[in-house]
């Protein structure tokens, strides 16, 4: 059995644990609605429409990049 001592310690630990979290907690939520509230920051998905042209955009750019003078040989042979 531990003392009534260390009880006390522990239980007077463990609610100012939960208060600093409850405290935290709210000031977070206050911030985060009051962002929100003023700046609404349209989100797109991953994979969103100007990320796919982005990405198309990039490989088209590469490709051509790595492919481009065998592509002009073969050209330039009639192929």
Do not use: C
Request: glycine residues 10%; proline residues 4%; hydrophobic residues 35%.
């Amino acid at each position: 059995m531990i003392s009534v001592l260390a009880q006390e310690r522990l239980l007077g630990a463990a609610l100012g644990s939960l208060l600093t979290g409850g405290v935290v907690f709210q000031q977070r939520r206050t911030i985060y609605k009051s962002i929100n509230q003023y700046e609404p920051q349209p989100t797109e998905p991953i994979f969103g429409q100007k990320s796919r042209q982005e990405f198309a955009h990039m490989w088209n750019k590469s490709v051509d990049n790595t492919f481009g003078g065998m592509i002009e040989y073969l050209s330039s042979r009639g192929w």
